[in-house]
């Protein structure tokens, strides 16, 4: 009796697993690795970005890097907004609190910048080429960009 029911099941207990586990490896991304490809910094150097490198989902629509900006001069900027520009597209910063721009940053600080893109194409397609992240700002009646450039790759 018991090899009966083992000579039933165990192929069919075989399939199930095989299967399970197929289904599984299909539904999982693979990941990347968005980087800044070198330092950003203004022409006069007072004003720095520095952006974490991130390690996201290929299929993802969105970009949500970790931004700092560095205000090393004697004067406060603002930050009026920060956009995304590829090869082919320059998308808008899709902030994700209301209240987020226009963001003052005091002389000789630091702050985090709420920045999100939704993405036409999946990450892997826009971040396959460098593509710049530039931060607008105004000093007094001057307005200016620093842009950081980034790159995707494979997983660190």
């Not at 000579?7 to 990347?32: E, I, K, Q």
């Amino acid at each position: 009796m018991k090899m009966t029911v083992s000579r039933y099941l165990w192929p069919t207990g075989r399939v199930t697993v095989l299967a399970a586990l197929l289904s599984v490896a299909a539904a999982c991304d693979r990941g990347m690795t968005v980087k800044q490809a070198a330092p950003a910094a203004t022409a006069s150097g007072r004003v720095t970005l520095n952006m974490k490198t991130g390690r996201i989902l290929v299929g993802k629509k969105w970009f949500a890097p970790n931004v700092i900006i560095t205000n090393s001069q004697d004067v406060a900027i603002t930050v009026t907004d920060v956009e995304l520009g590829t090869s082919s597209v320059r998308y808008s910063n899709s902030h994700l609190r209301p209240d987020s721009y226009p963001r003052t940053v005091p002389a000789g600080s630091t702050g985090e910048l709420d920045v999100c893109f939704d993405l036409k194409a999946d990450v892997e397609h826009t971040f396959s080429t460098e593509a710049r992240l530039g931060v607008h700002y105004n000093v007094g009646d001057h307005s200016d960009v620093v842009e950081a450039a980034m790159i995707g790759g494979p997983l660190d």
